[in-house]
């Protein structure tokens, strides 16, 4: 089996006349299925498929990783280069009112409640539907091909993994904790372990991981590629992060996105060559 991973848009980029954006798209190509894992913010990630002459008529499937703004906005423009219904897979509550609270931050004076800024996905389900987008949400795991499956709810298992507070969501008329139940990765097995491909990894980086070890019944994990929120996190849960990545024995860590430069030198530093970034234009070969 060889996976080949192509990102389309990451905060930055690996080499002229791409967009960066706060946001991540990957393409991941499998022997036997193609999809996209997210679709970053905006129609970057399209138009840079574009520049790189990467073609996504062949694209099967798309996952979200969850329903922040920055891995769901461009599905309209990607869906324009896909030119076909394409199956969508999620969970229901990407739809959820999803909101980061910024305290004391005024950014309109006009605005009443602007220290709660809305960071869901930016259009309604219908109109990703009118452009080929057919939904397939749930919170079971959805094997995508005989190799590849989606995590389904990620469990809460580590004790120093934790959802970021600041993120809320919308109910019942009042702002509650919002703890990510559509936080979503997907995993691919291959002769060497498990390829996972990660959006935000809110509810943890190793949760996500032990997800994936148990759901697949595969006792390796082999590479992980994509975002993994450590860029709040503190040194301890950095080095819990690192020692259980080690005791794992994972042997490519190619971190993009929320990583942070913090956590991003802490990883490169304890894993050497197994690090390395991977943002907009970068092709990784499994
Ligand atoms: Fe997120
Ligand atoms: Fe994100």
């Not at 309209?76 to 280069?81: C, D, I, K, R, S």
């Not at 009118?130 to 004790?159: I, N, Q």
């Not at 372990?193 to 759901?215: K, P």
Request: charged residues 20%.
């Amino acid at each position: 089996m060889t996976v080949r991973i192509t990102t389309l848009v990451e905060n930055t980029v690996s080499w002229a006349n791409l967009l960066a954006e706060w946001g991540l798209c990957m393409l991941v190509e499998t022997d036997n299925l193609t999809f996209l894992s997210d679709t970053g913010t905006t129609s970057a990630a399209a138009q840079n498929a574009l520049a790189l002459g990467v073609p996504l008529t062949g694209v099967d499937v798309i996952t979200i990783s969850h329903g922040h703004f920055d891995h769901t906005g461009g599905l309209l423009a990607l869906m324009q280069l896909i030119r076909k219904p394409v199956q969508v897979v999620g969970h229901p509550q990407i739809w959820g009112s999803k909101y980061a609270y910024h305290p004391g931050e005024k950014m309109l004076e006009y605005v009443t409640d602007c220290e709660y800024e809305y960071i869901g996905i930016p259009y309604a389900r219908a109109e990703a539907e009118r452009c080929g987008a057919r939904f397939t949400l749930g919170a079971d795991p959805v094997w995508l091909s005989d190799t590849v499956v989606t995590s389904g709810e990620v469990p809460m298992k580590t004790e120093y993994e934790t959802i970021d507070p600041m993120l809320l969501v919308w109910e019942d008329g009042e702002y509650k904790p919002d703890l990510l139940p559509d936080d979503l990765s997907v995993f691919i097995k291959t002769e060497k372990g498990l390829v996972a491909i990660l959006g935000c990894a809110h509810r943890g980086i190793i949760n996500h991981l032990w997800r994936g070890l148990e759901l697949t019944g595969v006792d390796t994990i082999y590479a992980v590629v994509g975002g993994t929120h450590l860029m709040a996190a503190d040194d301890e849960r950095i080095e819990k992060t690192i020692r259980e990545l080690k005791r794992l024995n994972v042997e490519v860590v190619a971190a993009s996105h929320c990583t942070g430069l913090h956590a991003a030198c802490a990883l490169e530093h304890a894993l050497g060559d197994a690090f390395r970034f991977n943002n907009a234009g970068t092709r990784i070969t499994l």
